[in-house]
C-alpha cells in the first residue's frame, strides 16, 4: 500500500510540470478568438426547429448566406500567427534554400530620389554552399553609383565576385567544419531575417490569398528598424508550410509605403548546380593560383574573427557565435572593452552589459553563466545563457548590449542550431580557436548540465535595459 | 460557477463574458488534445485557435448545451485529424532530407535535390536527437501519455486539467464518477509502468 501510494506520489510529480505547461493562460490567444468571434456571424438555428416545414428552406437559404458571410469575414478576421513560428524549423530541415526577388535601395543623393531597385537572391545547399548579392552603394559628387556583388561559399573557398563572377579582392580557404558554420549563419540568419525581418516582428494571420496558384495563409507583421517601419506581407502555403512569396515596405510617417524587399521566388529542396557557388574559372578539383599562394597555410579549423561588432564612445561589444546547446540554452562566444577594475573579478566584465531574448511581446530575461570568465579584452570569453523562465528558446536570438558612458552598442546575435555530433566538434575546433591552451575542455554533456543547473537556480536574472 | 450549458447560451446569444470563460475552461484540455495529434506545443497552440474560431460562433447549434465539452473534444479531434493529414504532405515534400535519403531520393521528383548532396549526416543527426530528447523527462511523460488509448488519454487530461474532473468526463466519456475512476487508475497503472521503467533504466 505505502509502495502504491508512493509510486501516485512520483508519478504526479513527473505528471504536473507536463500539465503545468498546457494550462498556462494564452492571453494573446484568447483576446484573438474573443475579437473572432465578435466579426464572425453567429449562428443560431433555435428559431428554425419551431417548424420542420419553415426549416428546410430557411436554412438552405440562410446556410448559404451564412458560410458565405463566414467566409468572408473569417478572411478578414485577424488571428494570431503560430505558425509562421515553425518557418525557421522548416528551413532548417530543408537541404538547398533558394531567394529570389528584388531590394529597393535609397539614393541619399539628394532629397525626393527614388529608390534604386536592385535584385535579391540568397541561395543556401547544404552542408556547405552559399550564395549570395551584397549590394554596395557610395555616392559620389551628387552621384550615386551602385555595385553589385556576390558573397559564395563552395564549401572549400570563400570569395567576393562581381556580377559577372570575376573575382574580386576576397577569396580564402576554408576548412570544411568553418564552410558549414557559414553556411549555417546564412540558413538560419540571413535567410529567416529575409524573409520573417527579425524577432521581434509580430505577425498576425489577416485572411487567405492564392500565390501562384498555391494555396496559402496570408500573415501580416510590422517591426521597426529603428530609423522606420516596417510593414511585411508572407504568404505561407498551407500544403507545406513554407513562405512561397514576401512583400516587405517601409511605411513612413504620412502612410505612405515605399517597396523595400519582394521575394518573387521562395523554394526549396531544388537542384542548384555547385557551379553557382564559384567565381568564374575557380575549379573545384584544381587549385587555383590564389589557393597557391596560400600554400603551406592551413585554413585554421575555425576562423575566430569577430561576426558581429559595435562600438561606441571608446567602449567595444564584440560576438564570435552564438551556439544552441540545447532547446533552453545558448552558448555565446563573446569580448568586450576592458571594464573599470572591481574587486569582484569576472563580475566586473558584467557590468554596464545586458542580455534578453528579444520577442514580439518584449524583452525576455535570461540568466547568465560564465563557462570561461574573460581575462583581457582581447580575449574571447565562454558564456551560458538560459531564458529566466525556463522555457524554451523560440526563435533563439540573444540580445548583447553594452551601456557606454555616452551610447549604447547593441547585437542581435542569432543561436545557430547544429545536430549533436556537429556541435561536438564546433565546440572542440573553437576551444582551440578562441580560448588559451590551457583553458579546460568542456563537452557537450558538461555544458547541458552546466545549463540545467542555471535553469533550475534561482539566480538572480541580467538586466534588459 | 456557471454550468456548461449555462455557460453556452449566454455565449451563442453574443455574451462575450460567457465566451471568454468557455475558452478559459476548456482551452488547456483542447491543447492537451491536440498536442497528442500535433507532438509540438507551437502547432497545437495555433490549432486551439482554430477550434475556438471555429466552435465559439456555432454554439447556437449545438442541441444539448451541457455537452459542450464532448462536443469541443470532438471539433479537437477532427482538427487534430486535420493536421496528421497536413503533417503527412509535409513529410512527402520534405521526405529526401529526413530518413533514408536514397529511398527517398527513388519517390522525389526531379526538381527535388537527389542523393549527391544530402549527407548521412543528416540522418544520424535526427537519431541523435531524438535520443537526446528521450532523455528528456518532459518528452517521455508527453510520449507516455500519448501511447495510452484514446479514452485513457482523455480521462489523464480531464483528470488534471479540469475543475470538475468527474463531472466533465461524465458528460465526455459517459461513465458514472466510479466508472472514471476505474479508467484513470487503468491509465495511471500504464503510466507507472512505462515511467518508472524507463526511470529505473535511466
Given amino acids: 500500500m505505502m509502495t502504491h501510494e508512493s509510486d501516485d506520489r512520483q508519478l504526479d510529480q513527473l505528471l504536473r510540470p507536463h500539465y503545468e505547461a498546457l494550462r498556462q493562460p494564452n492571453p494573446l490567444q484568447r483576446q484573438v478568438v474573443l475579437e473572432g468571434l465578435d466579426q464572425t456571424p453567429r449562428s443560431d438555428v433555435s428559431a428554425a426547429r419551431r417548424s420542420p416545414a419553415v426549416r428546410l428552406g430557411w436554412i438552405s437559404a440562410v446556410a448559404v448566406i451564412s458560410l458565405m458571410a463566414a467566409a468572408w469575414l473569417l478572411r478578414l478576421a485577424p488571428s494570431d500567427a503560430y505558425g509562421i513560428e515553425a518557418v525557421p524549423q522548416r528551413f532548417h530541415d530543408v537541404q538547398t534554400i533558394s531567394l529570389r526577388g528584388w531590394q529597393w535601395i535609397r539614393d541619399s543623393s539628394g532629397p525626393n530620389k527614388p529608390p534604386f531597385r536592385v535584385p535579391f537572391e540568397m541561395l543556401v545547399k547544404r552542408p556547405a554552399m552559399f550564395r549570395h548579392t551584397a549590394t554596395g552603394v557610395s555616392v559620389e559628387k551628387g552621384r550615386t553609383e551602385i555595385r553589385h556583388r556576390l558573397h559564395l561559399c563552395d564549401g572549400k573557398h570563400e570569395s567576393v565576385v562581381d556580377e559577372n563572377g570575376k573575382p574580386l579582392g576576397f577569396f580564402r580557404s576554408l576548412s570544411l567544419l568553418d564552410a558549414r558554420l557559414k553556411t549555417e549563419e546564412i540558413a538560419q540568419t540571413a535567410v529567416v531575417l529575409a524573409v520573417l525581418g527579425p524577432p521581434e516582428a509580430a505577425y498576425r494571420k489577416i485572411g487567405k490569398d492564392n500565390a501562384d496558384g498555391r494555396a496559402c495563409d496570408l500573415y501580416e507583421g510590422r517591426f521597426s528598424t529603428g530609423s522606420h517601419t516596417t510593414v511585411a506581407q508572407v504568404w505561407i502555403e498551407r500544403a507545406s508550410g513554407l513562405p512561397v512569396r514576401v512583400v516587405r515596405d517601409e511605411l513612413a510617417a504620412d502612410g505612405k509605403l515605399t517597396g523595400e524587399l519582394e521575394l518573387t521566388e521562395i523554394s526549396v529542396n531544388t537542384l542548384l548546380a555547385d557551379d553557382l557557388f564559384r567565381g568564374k574559372g575557380q575549379d573545384a578539383e584544381k587549385p587555383s593560383s590564389r589557393d597557391k599562394l596560400q600554400q603551406g597555410k592551413e585554413p585554421a579549423l575555425l576562423d575566430a574573427t569577430p561576426t558581429s561588432s559595435g562600438s561606441s564612445d571608446g567602449s567595444k561589444l564584440e560576438a564570435w557565435q552564438t551556439l544552441r546547446i540545447s532547446d533552453s540554452a545558448v552558448l555565446v562566444v563573446w569580448r568586450r572593452s576592458a571594464p573599470t577594475p572591481r574587486a569582484d573579478g569576472a563580475d566586473a566584465w558584467l557590468s554596464d552589459i545586458a542580455l534578453s531574448l528579444p520577442e514580439p511581446t518584449g524583452m525576455r530575461p535570461v540568466r547568465h553563466a560564465w563557462l570561461s570568465p574573460p581575462t583581457s579584452a582581447e580575449r574571447w570569453s565562454w558564456s551560458l545563457v538560459v531564458p529566466a523562465d525556463g522555457k524554451p528558446l523560440g526563435r533563439g536570438e540573444v540580445n548583447l548590449t553594452l551601456k557606454g558612458r555616452r551610447g549604447v552598442t547593441s547585437l542581435g546575435l542569432a543561436a545557430l542550431r547544429f545536430n549533436d555530433e556537429e556541435l561536438r566538434q564546433l565546440l572542440a575546433a573553437a576551444r582551440l580557436s578562441t580560448l588559451r591552451d590551457d583553458a579546460p575542455e568542456m563537452s557537450l554533456a558538461d555544458l547541458r548540465a552546466q545549463a540545467r543547473k542555471l535553469l533550475e537556480s534561482k539566480g538572480s536574472k541580467m538586466p534588459t535595459f | ?202
Fill in chain 2, 1 to 202: 460557477m456557471a454550468s456548461d450549458g449555462e455557460l453556452a447560451k449566454r455565449a451563442a446569444a453574443g455574451e462575450r463574458e460567457a465566451a471568454g470563460e468557455i475558452y478559459d475552461r476548456y482551452a488547456p484540455l483542447v491543447r492537451a488534445m491536440l498536442l497528442d495529434a500535433t507532438g509540438s506545443l507551437p502547432e497545437a497552440n495555433d490549432l486551439v485557435q482554430e477550434v475556438f474560431l471555429r466552435a465559439l460562433p456555432r454554439l447556437g447549434q449545438l442541441r444539448q448545451p451541457e455537452r459542450l465539452c464532448a462536443w469541443l473534444i470532438g471539433i479537437a479531434r477532427r482538427q487534430g485529424t486535420d493536421y496528421r493529414r497536413q503533417a503527412g504532405r509535409r513529410r512527402r515534400w520534405f521526405a529526401p532530407l529526413v530518413g533514408d535519403v536514397a529511398a527517398a531520393a527513388d519517390t522525389a521528383s526531379n526538381d527535388t535535390v537527389s542523393s549527391d548532396t544530402a549527407s548521412s549526416d543528416t540522418a544520424s543527426s535526427d537519431t541523435a536527437s531524438s535520443d537526446t530528447a528521450l532523455n528528456d523527462t518532459v518528452d517521455l511523460v508527453r510520449q507516455a501519455i500519448g501511447e495510452l488509448p484514446e479514452r485513457e488519454r482523455i480521462a489523464v487530461h480531464i483528470h488534471y486539467l479540469c475543475g470538475e474532473p468527474a463531472e466533465v468526463a461524465r458528460k465526455t466519456l459517459g461513465l458514472s464518477a466510479s466508472g472514471f475512476y476505474k479508467l484513470l487508475e487503468r491509465a495511471r497503472s500504464r503510466l507507472r509502468v512505462r515511467l518508472f521503467k524507463v526511470e529505473q533504466r535511466r
